[in-house]
């Protein structure tokens, strides 16, 4: 009997959990042949690829966070508040005059405490959804940003705050040219991005907040503290904005009003996109990578062509939606109803 | 006789308020091992809530829980399932993105140690899980397969097997055939029997007299909220059983 199921499944069948697991890898890299063939001198070149990854350092991060809240069948609309919030108070401080490792420290216990207090609020106020939470706590950590700051600019910070949004590791010792070196911030999203995947799929923690979003009452009953678990994703998730806050400083050398304005979108879409899926428990580490990518390579190859940023809000709209419902389109196949 | 046997679960006199309204009131329940207890009763008699404060879920408003002769407080489910008192919810209580192994060992994961982290220890829950499905008899593809491409039926296999997995004592199933198919309800019930038959006592609640006639060796029914009959199973009949749901002895 259980012989001739297996003999039943077709190849098309087999190729399924992988086409699932590598599928959206698959569209990653048939955007960058397109790319290519399209721009061959710039798009493969070392300085357009490296500034690809400087574009979408601090993008990954709130992907990555918002990710895991995704995950529990939640919503982190905040996190691009939590970010300029955490810029800010970085840019208060170092103007004060605090020394390089307080200045780094601070953006990054602001953005947790952040995301802590939205985990607190989702949890102890019983809030019907996160998404009304961090609706609140997205005004909120904005608004205070700017009425800490004034609402002005801030600019101006030593080397060593801006190390990992701005340093270059030199690559010369390789018998590579000067202009061929390494972002820091490429090395700092593999590292964390490998940290969570750690994380995500080999702690208890990890395998819990999967748990949770497969089905919360089965957590539940399993002995699960199902809201310490979602304190601590809300908590993480802040704290990864914070890292952000970290990269942006570096880059833009400037705590500004308007930062991370409607970023929550664009690291939602990036989830969505690289296969998380929004009623929870689905959804891998390195599909947020790809997803991340895809609208940093949609984006970078788009202004190569001088193609009009208007458009590329068209063309990320329709991958987001293409993206969803190749899923539907799995599910229906994948999944006994 | 069972009755002969260990006593392992006892509860006395538990009663159980929600703001006004009651919904457990002095209720006695007992279980031995390898003795199957069924419990009937209609809808809103208040099985759910006792089986929810057997299991720590709840906390009764009064009377009190003794496990192997010992009075325990239960603060949650983790408590039950410390002292070897598991449950087999309705809705089942699996993560259907999780596979087999994974949703067994919920909660309980078995981890190694690298340094000062801990990560979870795969190959440990694949064995484990391999293993004690063996031991139940129980047949799906792999371990390795996610709970939501199972079949009704191997579900309720898979929940059954979660709670035996950790040398549970007492096993209470609430509504296990209510879900199935009928060619699948009789393999859970050579299940329950199958635990019966290692010592394990079983709690099961049920609408269906078949199950109940099956399965079981004693037969309580609850009554808005009170014990209202109880018999060894070969003293009574289906009919009798049925009468007292509705409230007639």
Redesign the interface.
């Given at each position: 009997m259980e012989d001739k199921e297996k003999k039943q499944d077709s190849l098309y069948v087999k190729l399924i959990p992988y086409f699932e697991k590598y599928g959206i890898l698959l569209l990653l890299v048939i955007m960058i042949l397109v790319m290519h063939i399209l721009q061959p001198d710039v798009f493969l070149s070392w300085r357009n690829v490296t500034n690809v990854f400087k574009q979408i350092s601090w993008q990954s991060m709130l992907a990555l966070g918002v990710f895991m809240v995704i995950v529990t069948a939640g919503i982190d609309l905040s996190v691009g508040s939590i970010m300029m919030l955490s810029l800010m108070i970085l840019a208060i401080v170092a103007k004060a005059g605090a020394p390089w490792f307080i200045v780094v420290l601070v953006p990054l216990f602001a953005g947790f405490l952040c995301g802590l207090i939205n985990g607190l609020g989702i949890t102890l106020l019983r809030m019907p959804h996160p998404f009304i939470m961090t609706l609140g706590t997205l005004y909120i950590f904005r608004g205070t940003g700017n009425l800490i700051s004034g609402g002005t600019p801030i600019s101006g910070f030593t080397d060593e705050v801006r190390y990992l949004g701005h340093g270059r590791i030199d690559l010369t010792w390789l018998g590579l040219e000067k202009s061929q070196y390494l972002p820091v911030s490429l090395v700092l999203i593999a590292v964390v991005y490998f940290v969570f995947w750690v994380f995500l799929n080999h702690s208890r923690t990890g395998k819990w907040i999967y748990a949770i979003g497969g089905n919360p009452s089965a957590a539940r009953a399993s002995g699960i503290n199902v809201n310490k678990i979602l304190i601590i994703v809300y908590s993480l998730c802040g704290f990864l904005s914070g890292i952000g806050a970290l990269i942006l400083a570096g880059r833009t050398d400037s705590g500004y009003p308007n930062a991370g304005l409607q970023s929550e979108l664009d690291a939602i879409a990036a989830c969505i996109i690289g296969g998380a899926s929004f009623f929870g428990g689905r959804g891998t580490v390195l599909g947020v990578f790809a997803g991340v990518m895809i609208m940093g390579i949609l984006r970078n190859g788009l202004n190569l062509m001088d193609v009009s940023s208007f458009w590329q809000q068209v063309l990320i709209g329709s991958i987001i939606v293409l993206a969803v419902y190749v899923d539907v389109l799995r599910r229906d196949f994948g999944t006994r109803k | 006789m069972t009755s002969t046997n260990k006593l392992l679960l006892e509860a006395k006199g538990i009663t159980k308020y929600f703001g006004t309204i009651t919904a457990l009131e002095n209720v006695n329940l007992k279980v031995h091992e390898g003795e199957c207890l069924g419990v009937v009763g209609d809808n809103g008699a208040g099985k759910s809530t006792l089986m929810k404060v057997l299991s720590g879920?709840y906390k009764p408003s009064a009377g009190a829980l003794f496990f192997e002769g010992k009075e325990h407080v239960l603060d949650?489910?983790?408590d039950s399932?410390n002292l070897g008192l598991e449950?087999v919810?309705q809705?089942?209580?699996?993560?259907?993105?999780?596979p087999i192994g994974?949703?067994i060992f919920?909660?309980?994961?078995p981890?190694k140690n690298i340094g000062f982290?801990?990560?979870?220890d795969f190959k440990k829950i694949k064995e484990m899980t391999s293993a004690h499905l063996e031991k139940l008899k129980i047949?799906v593809?792999s371990a390795d397969q996610k709970v939501?491409?199972?079949?009704g039926g191997q579900r309720q296999a898979v929940a059954i097997a979660r709670s035996t997995a950790f040398n549970a004592k007492v096993v209470i199933m609430d509504e296990p055939t209510a879900a199935l198919a009928i060619k699948e309800v009789g393999k859970v019930l050579d299940l329950i029997n199958k635990l019966k038959s290692t010592g394990v006592g079983v709690i099961v609640i049920s609408h269906r007299m078949d199950d109940i006639f099956t399965v079981c060796d004693r037969v309580m029914a609850l009554f808005q909220g009170t014990n209202f009959a109880e018999s060894q199973l070969d003293k009574t009949s289906r009919d009798e059983v049925i009468g007292w749901i509705m409230g007639k002895k």
């Open positions: - | 879920l949650s489910p983790k399932q449950m919810y809705d089942l209580a699996l993560a259907g993105n999780l994974e949703n919920l909660g309980r994961e981890t982290l801990k990560f979870l047949n593809k939501e491409e199972l079949s």
